[in-house]
């Protein structure tokens, strides 16, 4: 592989710092701190969702980002990077590759994936694809992305609606396509980020178990709920 990116990312953990406007973490600020807390933690690169958040992010670290805006637009389930405004905002606050939705939802105001992928390519912007599917993943190979992420598995009607990371696509995406494939959605625990790995994963993505603590904090309520279940102490 001689893409210097893709070499930095290698066998690694990338940290998607993320908090969406009503979240209580919103806020570049918040992200940047998160970023350096990944960072000391041992991870190669930060996943980060608006302008705002990463220039905030990069006044603090030098890793390699992985630049999205979300933007919902009314007649498009598409809200990660869903058109070339998008595009272009994040080329000007220069992100070392672009993410977005390359699902066969239709985008909004008729735009469409390919487009999107020929004016990057034309101006020499590395993209990831966030798939749902095997199909999506060997189409946006075929037009010609640089590398295929398992974001959107469980977030298309038409993808298995897990629990889990979804390792059989992975491990299937990694067998069939050339580009590097990455592990993202719902890795849970540090053994699921290694066994990404294991299945051919280039790098994996972890977003919310490390970076958001109101969902965290959900999961350990509804355990010490359940816990007591009725009982009388
Ligand atoms: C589906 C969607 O909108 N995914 C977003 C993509 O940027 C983020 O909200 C996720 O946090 C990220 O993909 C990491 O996944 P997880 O948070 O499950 O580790």
């Given at each position: 592989?001689?893409?210097?990116?893709?070499?930095?990312?290698?066998?690694?953990?990338?940290?998607?710092?993320?908090?969406?406007?009503?979240?209580?973490?919103?806020?570049?600020?918040?992200?940047?701190?998160?970023?350096?807390?990944?960072?000391?933690?041992?991870?190669?690169?930060?996943?980060?969702?608006?302008?705002?958040?990463?220039?905030?992010?990069?006044?603090?670290?030098?890793?390699?980002?992985?630049?999205?805006?979300?933007?919902?637009?009314?007649?498009?389930?598409?809200?990660?990077?869903?058109?070339?405004?998008?595009?272009?905002?994040?080329?000007?606050?220069?992100?070392?590759i672009i993410a977005l939705d390359a699902t066969r939802s239709p985008r909004p105001g008729g735009e469409t994936l390919e487009d999107l992928v020929t004016y990057m390519k034309g101006k020499g912007q590395r993209m990831m694809a966030d798939i749902s599917t095997l199909e999506e993943a060997l189409y946006a190979e075929s037009i010609g992305v640089d590398c295929i992420s398992t974001t959107l598995s469980g977030y298309t009607a038409y993808s298995p609606q897990h629990q889990e990371p979804d390792f059989e696509l992975l491990q299937e995406a990694a067998r069939r396509i050339r580009i590097p494939v990455i592990g993202e959605g719902r890795i849970n625990t540090p053994?699921?980020?290694?066994?990404?790995?294991?299945?051919?994963?280039?790098?994996?993505?972890?977003?919310?178990?490390?970076?958001?603590?109101?969902?965290i904090t959900e999961k350990f309520a509804v355990a010490v709920r359940g816990a007591l279940n009725g009982k009388v102490r």
């Open positions: 592989m001689d893409d210097l990116f893709f070499k930095k990312i290698q066998g690694g953990l990338i940290v998607s710092c993320q908090a969406l406007e009503d979240e209580p973490l919103h806020g570049g600020d918040t992200m940047a701190k998160m970023a350096l807390a990944a960072k000391q933690g041992g991870a190669i690169g930060i996943r980060a969702n608006s302008v705002h958040d990463i220039l905030a992010i990069k006044q603090v670290t030098k890793l390699p980002i992985i630049g999205i805006i979300k933007r919902d637009y009314d007649d498009s389930g598409v809200y990660i990077t869903p058109t070339l405004r998008e595009v272009q905002e994040l080329m000007e606050v220069q992100v070392d053994e699921q980020a290694a066994y990404c790995l294991k299945l051919g994963a280039h790098a994996v993505v972890v977003g919310s178990a490390i970076t958001r603590p109101r969902l």
